[in-house]
């Protein structure tokens, strides 16, 4: 069983920067995608950013230009920088990974985010 975990959660003022980084239990190679989630309360989740083996990204509207994704694979993490948070950004964010063989999904247990003064 794939293990996804997550870190660098917190509470952070609106206008601060977080970066969240995800560690598979197994190598980053065996994954065709690579993905942030988040959940706030009452809402349904969504696709902050995604990332390709290939390195390609995709981001929601409401965080292009604030927030960047990457992998690392030397060191076999994804990260999510995000700068410029603002008090919506507050959720809870889970990481997301596609399996290049088998197409199987797997996520995180998720991280807490939250922005507010």
């Known amino acids: 069983q794939v293990q996804l975990v997550e870190s660098g959660g917190g509470l952070v003022q609106p206008g601060g920067s977080l970066r969240l980084s995800c560690v598979p239990s197994r190598s980053i190679y065996s994954f065709k995608a690579m993905g942030w989630y988040r959940q706030a309360p009452g809402k349904q989740r969504e696709l902050v950013a995604g990332i390709t083996r290939d390195g390609i990204t995709n981001y929601a509207d409401s965080v292009k230009g604030r927030f960047t994704i990457s992998r690392d694979n030397a060191k076999n993490t994804a990260y999510l920088q995000m700068n410029s948070l603002k008090p919506e950004d507050t959720a809870v964010y889970s990481c997301?990974?596609?399996?290049?063989?088998?197409?199987?999904?797997?996520w995180g247990q998720g991280t807490q985010v939250s922005v507010s003064s």
């Open positions: 997301n990974a596609e399996s290049l063989f088998s197409g199987s999904t797997y």
